[in-house]
């Protein structure tokens, strides 16, 4: 199983990125999936997280509005639409798949297999 995250970078506020995870070698149509990230210092966070319904999509408060969680199940791909980024989402950011599920996982523990990591700095 591989997971293969790519999209950060550094952006001004108020900017835009949008995350890609690409998932190979698991069963990707029917699985909870989940963005997480961890800033300096703090421990490793959920920021959206979706069962295979894709309808039921969680986000985390400090995001809601501004970021969206999207699959495709053609590509099994996941992607993270960020906007209007603040200093604060400044953090490494991780792809996850987790078991087979129509209901959204919000902890970390709950998840079989991670991205890399990718870093996004939100700065001026």
């Known amino acids: 199983v591989q997971l293969q995250a790519s999209g950060g970078g550094l952006v001004q506020p108020r900017g835009s990125l949008r995350l890609s995870c690409a998932v190979f070698?698991?069963?990707?149509?029917?699985?909870?999936l989940g963005w997480f990230r961890q800033a300096p210092g703090k421990e490793r966070e959920i920021v959206a997280g979706?069962?295979?319904?894709?309808?039921?999509?969680y986000y985390a408060d400090s995001v809601k509005g501004r970021f969206t969680f999207s699959r495709d199940t053609a590509k099994n791909t996941m992607y993270l639409q960020m906007n209007n980024l603040k200093p604060a989402d400044t953090a490494v950011y991780f792809c996850?798949?987790?078991?087979?599920?129509?209901?959204?996982?919000?902890?970390?523990?709950?998840?079989?297999?991670w991205g890399q990591g990718t870093l996004v700095t939100v700065s001026s």
């Open positions: 996850g798949v987790g078991p087979d599920s129509r209901t959204v996982k919000t902890r970390d523990s709950e998840y079989y297999y």
């Open positions: 070698g698991y069963p990707f149509g029917r699985s909870a």
């Open positions: 979706m069962g295979y319904s894709p309808s039921r999509v």
